[in-house]
């Protein structure tokens, strides 16, 4: 059971805007920032957001992050077929002095 | 270009130890904190430890707490991960990554940059 809660799966057709949430507490998501990660089958976590809602160069537009109070959330827009994938939300947390991550969700485009 | 190679993996008897090495290149990993972060078969990720750009500070997840051990050697840009008393729950592909920003080592997750991973498969 992750310290953090995202919904196991999440949906959308091609040119849609989706969000994935990811709900944690005032030790970690309320008080640190929080990253988000896109993982293609068999490949290495490719960082997306960090910092609560900064993209790293190369990470397209279409995917913004925020934040408030106890929750984020992951938004992409204009889904496309490559954004199938896993998506994991993760933040330091201040009373177990580790990083914790969510327990994935993960997208399909129809 | 910033590289992250892991080595070290394998096929390891339950009981037994293992060292796992991420070698760096392309930035100043002296500047850098860094993380180990598993992953088992089918299973989501799992952060592991993560070190101080200086070595100073360490901080593990309690499932690994007491049998691993993160260290490094800046003056070989390579980061480790020693796991002794192998269990079958360790079977994991493990990937080391960097700190997203400068002179960190606990208080943020890993950022842009992860190795390929290498796999430990701990079976009798």
């Known amino acids: 059971q992750s310290v953090l809660t995202q919904p196991p799966s999440a949906s959308g057709t091609p040119g849609q805007r989706v969000t994935i949430s990811c709900s944690g507490s005032?030790?970690?998501?309320?008080?640190?920032?929080v990253y988000w990660y896109q993982e293609l089958p068999g490949t290495a976590p490719k960082l997306l957001i960090y910092?609560?809602?900064q993209r790293p160069s190369g990470v397209p537009d279409r995917f913004s992050g925020s934040k408030s109070g106890t929750s984020a959330s992951l938004a992409i827009s204009g889904l496309q077929s490559a954004d199938e994938a896993d998506y994991y939300c993760?933040?330091?947390?201040?009373?177990?002095?580790?990083?914790?991550f969510g327990g994935g969700t993960k997208l399909t485009v129809l | 270009q910033v590289q992250l190679v892991e080595s070290g993996g394998g096929v390891v008897q339950p009981g037994r130890s293992l060292r796992l090495s991420c070698a760096a290149s392309?930035?100043?990993?002296?500047?850098?904190?860094m993380h180990w972060v598993r992953q088992a078969p089918g299973k989501g990720l799992e952060w592991v430890a993560v070190?101080?750009?200086?070595?100073?500070?360490?901080y593990y997840a309690d499932s690994v707490k007491g049998r691993l051990t993160i260290s490094r050697d800046n003056s070989k840009n390579t980061l480790y991960l020693q796991v002794n008393s192998l269990r079958t729950e360790d079977t994991a592909v493990y990937y080391c990554?960097?700190?997203?920003?400068?002179?960190?080592?606990?208080?943020?997750?890993?950022?842009?940059?992860w190795g390929q991973g290498t796999l430990v498969t701990v079976s009798s």
């Open positions: 990554a960097k700190d997203q920003q400068l002179l960190l080592g606990g208080g943020e997750p890993p950022g842009d940059y």
């Open positions: 910092r609560n809602n």
């Open positions: 993760a933040a330091w947390d201040d009373s177990l002095n580790v990083v914790v």
């Open positions: 070190i101080s750009y200086d070595g100073d500070n360490k």
């Open positions: 005032s030790s970690n998501i309320g008080t640190n920032y």
């Open positions: 392309g930035f100043t990993f002296s500047n850098y904190g």
